[in-house]
């Protein structure tokens, strides 16, 4: 029973020995590592890594959110738009209205695939450019803020590397665990895994869509509000929401979520976004072109993706 | 007779031996009794296909029910109607006489109406325990379900991870642990390995002891003789007939699927003419897989050679091998004295051996129609870039509709055809392209037994042109009935070689046991 259960978790496994290895390879290279430089580390990881973890639920549910950057851009510039000087209590009272949005636009998302039956990728494009049309209308250009109490809070200060940890790990302690262990979460791998089976064992297939969208939506908009924290801007830019869609789904899968579907976790993307944050910083610091780095981490996901396949395949029976 | 008291205290009374469900006391239903469920002028159309057109039929408490019609009769849509699944279009459905109509299987499952399918409804990327949560079924009544069967399970396996019989049986015991007051089995013991298709026959019996009721689907006569006390045919989505079910019920059963159409003789082949012996294929030492250890025979030319086995002798392996699709790790293979390596399916195909799988979703590309179906394996032959003839194309086809009679109402998908239909495409490709040797695995699996006639008619003729056919069946009767001999596998060796006289169910079911050699 415990080896299923180690052979379960290989890939976490795989993950966090190519993460500590990229690691310790970049901390060596820097001249100091202390609590300031694992903050820099933290903060370069935390957009990508929510924003991979709500992309991960989705694709474990069966469908994929082509538009989960643009939600997080929206956010970012909503969040920079209106929190700018303002007092930290009407900060904390917008971020819960933002993410309250955000878990919304997942659920409308997720209403429109269920109601129109047309592919998720197709929908989720189209919302895409609405959500960054959105953006560009409310914040036309960067700028804006936040109050700066709240962004310590968010993302630390200096030294605090305990914040942007907290705000990394907390989601998954009180969204995620809770929901993997209820029956909505286990809904969410039925759907994912084979539908017609999911309907046969009493789950509302287009609920769950709605519902694993949602989260989906609320980790995007988690993701916005911390990059608002930590650039105490907002960019309305499509080619940031472009890159943060496509970084998402590199994570999530990366992370060891197969896009068919049904498996997969979120401690997995989280790892992961740390291993599409080590590879270019590593590159960057031998003086190797940032292109070169992109080859490398999209090799790199294929190779990833490649042996875990093979490893997933001889373990399953015919 | 009535059944008064509690129903419990008929268990292991004398004769109420489920086990043996062989007194006749123990068939008689309780008529008088208000029905259980009681079904009226149901009836369901998809677009213009009508699928149910008047059905109507009771299941009594304490009742084991057979359904039966040919593919097609529909049966599908009446137990999807039941279970929730879809809803039907007009007519009235009473569960202990209140009127119901199911909006979703949890809502069926709710109301005592619990069905275990074919294709088990488990979901294969979770663990079981996982999918004993999602339908809130108790763990610990789980389990004694199924230890009661005879089988342990470990609740951190995925779903994928264990075999489809298996799966069938906790399927089966999940819905169990509901204590569903209808049970509805809609071909659960097809291809399911003997032992376990008695299992199962064995629970229906206990079930029923229990004083709850079951609809059971199946395609083997032979069970539903056993343990049903009655059987309602279906045909064309009409109910055409019900009646006891008793041994010698039969030919009844037959005639009413078949209604006007002709009764398909028993298949009387004469065998006698067989008097080629020239080798088609050999096949030495095989070894393969975590089954196949030693596996040697040879298909001579114009012989149907039945393969007989227990559920994992590794026969789906043998299969494989032999179409170039797994490859082996021992033995050799000969085509016409020659030795061959199958290094991919289409090596097999050059070779003049055609493949058609137990599992007809591998096989058909269930959007296309079912021209371009049976055109697939044509185009193998075919320059790159050439130009399709299509005149040629639909000659040919046309030629296979009409030989293998494919209902071609719903032509434009072949997913929209019932399961006997899209066999006969299976098979019906490897006519229009032409072949040597065809492997067929299991391809009465769940097809009625009009259209198994015709599939077996359709073996014997490939016979009589002088090709060869290798078949492996779940049902042992049908090995005497379509082949010259048969081999029987077991411990991944071949266990017995017997001519066709000689391929009795019991010769062959202990050969399958390893008894004899």
């Known amino acids: 029973m415990n080896l299923i259960k180690i052979k379960r978790q290989s890939w976490n496994i795989g993950i966090v020995i190519i993460a500590l290895g990229l690691g310790t390879w970049q901390i060596n290279r820097l001249p100091v590592f202390g609590s300031y430089e694992a903050r820099t580390i933290l903060l370069g990881i935390l957009p990508i890594a929510l924003l991979s973890m709500g992309q991960a639920i989705i694709i474990i549910g069966g469908g994929i959110n082509l538009a989960i950057g643009a939600e997080s851009v929206l956010i970012n510039c909503l969040a920079a738009r209106f929190m700018a000087g303002k007092s930290f209590g009407i900060g904390v009272a917008l971020t819960i209205a933002l993410l309250l949005l955000s878990t919304c636009l997942g659920a409308i998302t997720g209403l429109i695939i269920s109601r129109s039956k047309i592919a998720d990728i197709i929908v989720t494009l189209a919302t895409s450019f609405i959500l960054i049309g959105f953006a560009m209308y409310i914040q036309p250009s960067p700028g804006g803020g936040m109050n700066l109490s709240l962004a310590h809070l968010v993302s630390g200060k200096g030294t605090a590397f305990l914040p942007p940890l907290i705000t990394l790990i907390l989601p998954l302690l009180i969204i995620w ?6 029956r909505a979460g286990i809904a969410m791998y039925a759907i994912g895994s084979n539908k017609d089976s999911a309907f046969l064992s009493g789950v509302n297939v287009d609920l ?80 190797i072109d940032p292109a070169y780095s992109q080859i490398i981490t999209g090799a790199l996901t294929i190779i990833v993706v490649l042996i875990g396949g093979l490893i997933r395949n001889r373990g399953k029976k015919k | 007779m009535r059944i008064r008291g509690n129903p419990e205290s008929f268990r292991g009374s004398p004769w109420f031996d489920s086990k043996q469900n062989k007194c006749e006391i123990n068939k008689r239903s309780n008529l008088s009794q208000q029905a259980l469920l009681k079904i009226s002028n149901l009836a369901k159309s998809y677009g213009s296909v009508v699928a149910l057109r008047d059905a109507n039929f009771s299941v009594q408490p304490g009742e084991i029910h057979a359904l039966l019609g040919a593919n097609g009769a529909g049966k599908s849509t009446l137990v999807k109607i039941l279970t929730g699944v879809i809803g039907g279009d007009l007519g009235l459905i009473e569960l202990n006489g209140k009127q119901v109509a199911f909006s979703s299987p949890d809502n069926a499952r709710k109301s005592g109406v619990a069905p275990v399918f074919q294709d088990p409804a488990l979901i294969p990327d979770i663990s079981i325990q996982r999918n004993l949560y999602l339908t809130g079924t108790d763990k610990d ?50 291809a399911l390995p003997i032992d376990m298709a008695e299992k199962v026959i064995s629970i229906m019996g206990d079930h029923k002891a229990r004083g709850k009721s079951v609809i059971f689907i199946s395609h083997r006569l032979a069970e539903i003789e056993e343990i049903c006390d009655r059987a309602t045919v279906l045909r064309d989505g009409i ?99 020659q030795e061959v390596t199958f290094h991919h399916p289409s090596d097999a ?71 006997g239909n899209q066999q006969k495409v299976t098979i019906g490709r490897w006519v229009t392209t032409g072949f040597d040797l065809l492997l067929c695995f299991d391809p009465t699996r769940g097809i009625d037994v009009g259209t198994k006639a015709q599939i077996y008619d359709l073996i014997r003729k490939f016979s009589d042109e002088g090709k060869s056919v290798l078949l492996f069946t779940s049902e042992l009767r049908e090995i005497q009935l379509s082949c010259d001999r048969a081999i029987v596998l077991y411990e991944g060796k071949v266990q017995a070689d017997l001519p066709f006289e000689k391929c009795d169910e019991a010769s062959l079911l202990s050969a399958a046991h390893g008894i004899v050699g």
Do not use: C
């Open chain 2, 239 to 337: 109910n055409v007939d019900t009646f006891d079910a008793t041994h010698g019920s039969e030919e009844r059963i037959v005639a009413a699927m078949l209604g006007d159409k002709n009764v398909v003789a028993a298949h009387n082949r004469n065998r006698a003419n067989k008097t080629t012996t020239a080798e088609f294929m050999r096949v030495e030492s095989l070894v393969g897989g975590k089954h196949l250890k030693d596996v040697s025979f040879t298909i001579k030319k114009g012989e149907v050679l039945g393969v007989a086995a227990l559920e994992g002798q590794g026969q789906d392996l043998l299969f494989e091998i032999l179409a170039g699709e797994s490859q082996p790790s021992g033995g050799k293979l000969f085509v016409n004295g």
């Open chain 2, 141 to 190: 009544r789980f389990l004694s379900e199924i230890s009661s069967m005879g089988l342990s399970v470990d609740l951190n396996q995925l779903a994928s991870e264990i075999e489809l019989p298996i799966l069938r049986m906790i399927d089966l015991a999940r819905a169990l642990s509901h204590d569903p007051e209808l049970l509805i089995l809609d071909e659960i013991t097809a």
């Open chain 1, 177 to 182: 665990i809770p929901l993997y262990r209820s």
């Open chain 2, 349 to 419: 195909i050059a070779a003049g051996i055609s493949y058609v799988p137990g599992d007809r979703k591998t096989a058909l590309m269930p959007q296309r129609s079912i021209r371009e179906n049976l055109a697939l394996t044509r185009y193998r032959g075919m320059r790159r870039w050439g130009k399709i003839n299509f005149t040629e194309e639909a000659a040919k086809v046309d030629g296979a509709v009409e030989s293998l009679e494919i209902d071609t109402r719903a032509k434009s998908q072949v997913k929209r055809l019932s399961g």
């Open chain 1, 208 to 287: 769950t869509r709605i519902k694993l969208y949602a989260v989906g939506g609320l980790f995007a908009g988690l993701s916005g509000i911390v990059l608002t924290a930590i650039t105490l801007s907002g960019s309305p830019f499509a080619s940031i929401s472009n890159t943060a869609t496509l970084n998402s789904v590199a994570g999530a899968v990366l992370g060891g979520v197969a896009l068919s579907g049904g498996v997969g976790g979120l401690t997995g993307p989280a790892l992961a976004a740390l291993i599409l944050y080590f590879i270019p910083t590593i590159l960057l610091n031998y003086g």
